[in-house]
């Protein structure tokens, strides 16, 4: 098991940007998948975006072009670069390693989108 830690969450206007970090208490390289998550009130926890150990990147239709998933495997970290924030990307945002059945999990990161 890796320990996460997010940070870099908060509060931002419509259409703004922010940029959550992933900090691994391990190394990360042979990782195979790491990736986002996210809840929002009522809602399941949905995949945001993953990146795998080879350099493959997959997203969730909702935030295609909108966010960008970047892995440091020297620094054992996972980042995530969220632009024109809409008000449904408000959510607590879960930084994961392994994939989601059986994976580590951090403790999360509120992200709320408001004017």
């Known amino acids: 098991q890796v320990q996460l830690a997010e940070s870099g969450g908060g509060l931002v206007q419509p259409g703004g940007s922010l940029r959550l970090s992933c900090a691994a208490s391990?190394?990360?390289?042979?990782?195979?998948?790491m990736g986002w998550y996210r809840q929002a009130p009522g809602k399941q926890r949905e995949l945001v975006a993953v990146?795998?150990?080879?350099?493959?990147?997959n997203y969730a239709d909702s935030v295609k072009g909108r966010f960008t998933i970047s892995r440091d495997n020297a620094k054992n970290t996972v980042s995530l670069q969220m632009n024109s924030l809409k008000p449904e990307d408000t959510a607590v945002y879960y930084c994961n390693a392994g994939g989601e059945l059986g994976g580590s999990w951090g403790q999360g990161t509120q992200v709320t989108v408001s004017s």
């Open positions: 990146n795998t150990s080879g350099g493959s990147t």
């Open positions: 391990r190394s990360i390289l042979n990782i195979y998948v």
